[in-house]
């Protein structure tokens, strides 16, 4: 997927910080694959570390977390932590049906 479709597509979502967003670096899998706790305590990992994708960090505004856009073409995933990527925190995950539409 080409990256300035995958940045059009983190840009529109409703989170104003991303507005910034200006481009996509390739990322190691195993240097951004955190820890998620879900509702049940349990704690999982969603990415390959074997893997490389295309991601940004952005700082959050008024808060000392950031949020982490990951995609590798199939999908856009959003996610917010703390300091050394602590309390990590899905923000948002969408599967990609084909080509991100280009904004109008």
Known sequence: MEQKRLVQAFRALEIPELKTLESLSELPGH?????????????????????????????????????????????LFVCEYGCGGSDAAVVFFQRLAGEVPEKE
């Open 31 to 75: 240097f951004i694959n955190l820890d998620y706790t879900l509702p049940n305590g349990r704690t999982v990992r969603f990415l390959e570390d074997d893997k490389t994708y295309l991601g940004s960090q952005i700082h959050k505004e008024n808060s000392d977390r950031c949020y982490g856009l990951i995609s590798d073409g199939s999908f």
